[in-house]
């Protein structure tokens, strides 16, 4: 067992935490960064084909042109590439037309403008389905539900017009990657933190955080005790949600703001062959029940990726083997090709199963119906030295994007200077 004493302890190095870690540095408070995984960037991860292509297990796109996340990549030097949004809907390798595609993009885009009571999305579509054919709003359910990661009954539709027309003021209508993988992204910042003096405890749990007389204690599940005027927790929110009572004994106030909030879960798979066996001009592919109904892929490459919520009635996380077959039967179904063609083909399959990694918790959050606040009012929690930062707790209606991650690091480091004062 050791003890440490700093200004600040960072629970959690995603980028809510890094920038939290940088911005807090920089006014001249000492931190130390404490981390499950050994590695930085959370859910921001990266995987690199033989060629050095990179492949994104997590975070992937950046939605528009964010001024704090380009910011960043500035400078780190690293650079945005615009995604192929060109679209192809197959079945058995034949192109469909997409005027269901169309016209449930149209339905999104009404939902951007929607200002009435808030409803689950999925009444809010049922609402619908005497103007638009039963294709547009079947699109528009897999949109909402792949989009956010989220379930139509439970997402509030509020929330989901906020988003999109946020997203929208930002140029959201592109998505961008970033070139050299964008786990680049939070390794340079931890460099930056590094540099600024910030420690990092990678490999290392957070196990407890307790109020005491003096100030904050942070346990590691390694026994090691960290002392501190303030902690700033930058945890998902399912790991939150999980181990509360471990967690934050405390923070018994914490339960109302947690249960208004919900982690989305989804899988992520992608498949890297010899060669690509899909339209070489595409960016995305879609397709119909029950094979997997939404791909994407760059220009020139030979991985594609499929984004798949579970079935309701799915109990378990999926194991490797059954990702595998699952990816590969419904590939094939979607190009119209031999199942032993693709398989023959394969050189590696690369996927994070999100909702089953508990450093990691779930996939990104998104808010219930009614409870549009919920996020504000996670980040505005009284609680002596204790502040919330991640995705799921985003200053306006950025939650669950990596820009609002980002946001969120800065205003608790803010909220934290603002209590202790620093240097500059």
């Given at each position: 067992?050791?003890?440490q004493?700093?200004?600040?302890?960072?629970?959690?190095?995603?980028?809510?935490?890094?920038?939290?870690?940088?911005?807090?540095?920089?006014?001249?408070?000492?931190?130390?960064?404490?981390?499950?995984?050994?590695?930085?960037?959370?859910?921001?991860?990266?995987?690199?084909?033989?060629?050095?292509?990179?492949?994104?297990?997590?975070?992937?796109?950046?939605?528009?042109?964010?001024?704090?996340?380009?910011?960043?990549?500035?400078?780190?030097?690293?650079?945005?590439?615009?995604?192929?949004?060109?679209?192809?809907?197959?079945?058995?390798?034949?192109?469909?037309?997409?005027?269901a595609?169309?016209?449930?993009?149209?339905?999104?885009?009404?939902?951007?403008?929607?200002?009435?009571?808030?409803?689950?999305?999925?009444?809010?579509?049922?609402?619908?389905?005497?103007?638009?054919?039963?294709?547009?709003?079947q699109f528009?359910?897999?949109?909402?539900?792949?989009f956010?990661?989220?379930?139509?009954?439970?997402?509030?539709?509020?929330?989901?017009?906020?988003t999109?027309?946020?997203?929208?003021?930002?140029?959201?209508?592109?998505?961008?990657?970033?070139?050299?993988?964008?786990?680049?992204?939070?390794?340079?910042?931890?460099?930056?933190a590094?540099?600024?003096?910030?420690?990092f405890?990678?490999?290392?749990?957070?196990?407890?955080?307790?109020?005491?007389?003096?100030?904050?204690?942070?346990?590691?599940?390694?026994?090691?005790?960290?002392?501190?005027?303030?902690?700033?927790?930058?945890?998902?929110?399912?790991?939150?949600?999980?181990?509360?009572?471990?967690?934050?004994?405390?923070?018994?106030?914490?339960?109302?703001?947690?249960?208004?909030?919900?982690p989305?879960?989804?899988?992520?798979?992608?498949?890297?062959?010899?060669?690509?066996?899909?339209?070489?001009?595409?960016?995305?592919?879609?397709?119909s029940?029950?094979?997997?109904?939404?791909?994407?892929t760059?220009?020139?490459?030979?991985v594609?990726?499929?984004?798949?919520?579970?079935?309701?009635?799915?109990?378990?996380?999926?194991?490797?083997?059954?990702?595998?077959?699952?990816?590969?039967?419904?590939?094939?179904?979607?190009?119209?090709?031999?199942?032993?063609?693709?398989?023959?083909?394969?050189?590696?399959?690369?996927?994070?199963?999100?909702?089953?990694?508990?450093?990691?918790?779930?996939?990104?959050?998104?808010?219930?119906?009614?409870?549009?606040?919920?996020?504000?009012?996670?980040?505005?929690?009284?609680?002596?030295?204790?502040?919330?930062?991640?995705?799921?707790?985003?200053?306006?209606?950025?939650?669950?994007?990596?820009?609002?991650?980002?946001?969120?690091?800065?205003?608790?480091a803010?909220?934290?200077?603002?209590?202790?004062?620093?240097?500059?």
């Amino acid at each position: 067992m050791s003890a440490q004493h700093v200004d600040v302890v960072v629970a959690g190095a995603g980028v809510a935490g890094l920038q939290a870690a940088n911005t807090l540095a920089e006014h001249g408070l000492s931190v130390t960064v404490v981390e499950a995984s050994d590695r930085v960037g959370g859910r921001i991860h990266t995987a690199y084909t033989a060629s050095g292509e990179p492949v994104e297990l997590g975070a992937e796109f950046v939605h528009g042109r964010q001024p704090r996340t380009l910011a960043w990549l500035e400078r780190a030097s690293l650079s945005l590439v615009q995604a192929d949004d060109r679209i192809v809907w197959l079945a058995g390798g034949q192109p469909q037309p997409l005027d269901a595609v169309l016209e449930g993009y149209g339905i999104i885009e009404g939902i951007s403008a929607y200002e009435g009571a808030d409803v689950p999305a999925s009444d809010y579509l049922d609402a619908l389905a005497t103007q638009y054919s039963p294709a547009a709003i079947q699109f528009a359910r897999r949109y909402i539900e792949g989009f956010n990661a989220a379930r139509q009954e439970k997402i509030s539709t509020l929330w989901v017009a906020k988003t999109e027309a946020e997203l929208d003021a930002n140029g959201g209508e592109h998505n961008y990657r970033v070139m050299q993988g964008y786990e680049r992204l939070p390794r340079f910042m931890a460099e930056e933190a590094r540099r600024l003096g910030v420690t990092f405890r990678l490999g290392q749990s957070v196990s407890t955080i307790l109020l005491t007389g003096d100030g904050i204690e942070v346990h590691t599940a390694a026994g090691d005790i960290l002392t501190a005027s303030a902690c700033v927790v930058a945890l998902p929110l399912a790991t939150i949600q999980k181990h509360q009572s471990r967690l934050l004994p405390h923070a018994h106030m914490l339960t109302d703001a947690l249960a208004s909030l919900e982690p989305g879960f989804t899988y992520k798979v992608s498949l890297e062959f010899q060669v690509p066996h899909w339209p070489a001009d595409v960016g995305y592919i879609f397709s119909s029940p029950p094979d997997i109904q939404t791909w994407w892929t760059r220009p020139g490459s030979s991985v594609i990726t499929a984004w798949f919520p579970p079935e309701p009635a799915e109990q378990t996380p999926f194991t490797i083997p059954q990702l595998r077959e699952k990816t590969l039967a419904s590939l094939a179904s979607v190009l119209g090709i031999a199942r032993h063609t693709l398989e023959s083909t394969l050189v590696a399959m690369h996927q994070k199963v999100w909702h089953g990694a508990d450093e990691f918790g779930l996939a990104y959050s998104y808010v219930r119906v009614h409870q549009l606040a919920a996020p504000a009012r996670l980040a505005a929690l009284n609680l002596p030295g204790i502040y919330f930062a991640g995705e799921h707790c985003a200053p306006g209606y950025a939650q669950g994007t990596v820009h609002g991650a980002l946001a969120s690091g800065e205003a608790a480091a803010e909220r934290v200077i603002h209590r202790l004062g620093g240097t500059h």
